[in-house]
């Protein structure tokens, strides 16, 4: 098979989506990889060590998308990009659909099969989102500590605090990947930590991962605007796979909060839980502020830390994207009931329920789309 690896357009996404050890790893099996130019420059990789591993470097992102059966990519196509989509093309990377209905529509009118990264599924986890949860989910303390400096809009206070002086208050509504990454640092940081969730089950885990050092809560409207109203920091970490993030921060709730808290959405990619966040920032310009509060609601936080990130994604993602390669599409995703779960788009349908659910389409199974897929080409 022919992979192709576009450079990534999106503001300040450094991350790329294959290393020079993943092309090794194609070609070893057969497999052709071609590569924009300066891809990988971002996380340290230059085009002579991707030549060295066996890769073709091309000039243009259109001769990529024109060559390559399997695009990977990091994050979801921009709109400029989607004048490459074409019948019989695979599409491997974060898509975020519930979010982007554009994306979804461009898609399916094009009948690209497209499977997400962020609904691969094995064993009730997302082994190709937890990578990029970790990072995110640690850099949201650390971001938010920095928001909560007074040259950055924040209250001016330090998480730790000081022997004689409060320690700051971290609320993280979704104890999860993110959730519990983002208490670990927190943690570290000195913080008093609040998890919440609606599942006991976490909870006890959490509360015992963390030796009875959080505070945890189950998740109801009641508890959630007790915690945020107190919090100088509250981070959003709740996913429903495939689905629209749930607005379970009000603005109301967000009104409660002191002049120069801040607020970290990581769910943003699916819509963002703060009813407040009602754009997506950028690294160029990550914050706004609201009722005195400081926004930050970055879809592409891994991106800050593009080396760390682009070695513990691919480590993921590189074995999927050799089944799909070694076995074709239709073969890979019968053998794998993981990757099933990831295509969300095939035959010119949506194959994902509750992506399907989410923009209002008609769910097709993946076998049925496939089939017809494979009947049209
Ligand atoms: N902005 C960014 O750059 C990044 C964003 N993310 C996003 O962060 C979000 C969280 O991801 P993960 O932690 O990996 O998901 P996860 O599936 O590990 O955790 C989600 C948690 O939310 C909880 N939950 C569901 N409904 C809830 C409710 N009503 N109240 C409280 N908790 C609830 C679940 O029980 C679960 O523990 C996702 O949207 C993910 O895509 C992940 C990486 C990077
Ligand atoms: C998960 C995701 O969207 C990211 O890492 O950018």
Known sequence: MIIGVPKEIKNNENRVAITPAGVAAFV????????????????????????AAGAVVLDQAAEVWSTAEMVMKVKEP?????????????????????????????????CVTAIAYETVEANRTLPLLIPMS??????????????????????????GGVPGVKHGKVTIIGGGVVGTNAAKIALGLGAEVTVIDMSAERLRLLDEMFNAQINTLISNPFNIA?????ADLVIGAVLIPGAKAPKLVTEEMIKTMQPGAV??????????IIETVDRITTHDSPTYEKYG????????????VPRTSTFALTNATVPFALQIANKGVKQAVKDNKSLY???NVA??????EAVARELDYTYVPVELALEKEFLRA
């Open 28 to 51: 070893k099996s057969g497999h052709n990889v071609f590569i924009e130019s300066n891809a990988g420059m971002g996380s340290g990789f230059t085009n002579a060590d991707y030549m």
């Open 78 to 110: 921009l709109a400029s990009e989607y004048a490459f989509f074409r019948q019989g093309l695979i599409l491997f990377t974060y898509l975020h659909l519930a979010a982007e209905p554009e994306l979804a529509r461009a898609l399916m009118e094009n």
């Open 134 to 159: 970790e990072v995110a989910g640690r850099m949201s303390a650390q971001i938010g500590a920095q928001f909560l400096e007074k040259s950055h809009g924040g209250k001016g206070i330090l998480l």
């Open 226 to 230: 007790e915690a945020v109203a107190e």
């Open 263 to 272: 607020v970290v959405d990581v769910a943003i990619d699916q819509g963002g």
């Open 293 to 304: 509060v400081v926004h930050y609601a970055v879809a592409n936080m891994p991106g800050a």
């Open 341 to 343: 779960l990831g295509v």
């Open 347 to 352: 035959g010119g349908s949506i194959t994902y």
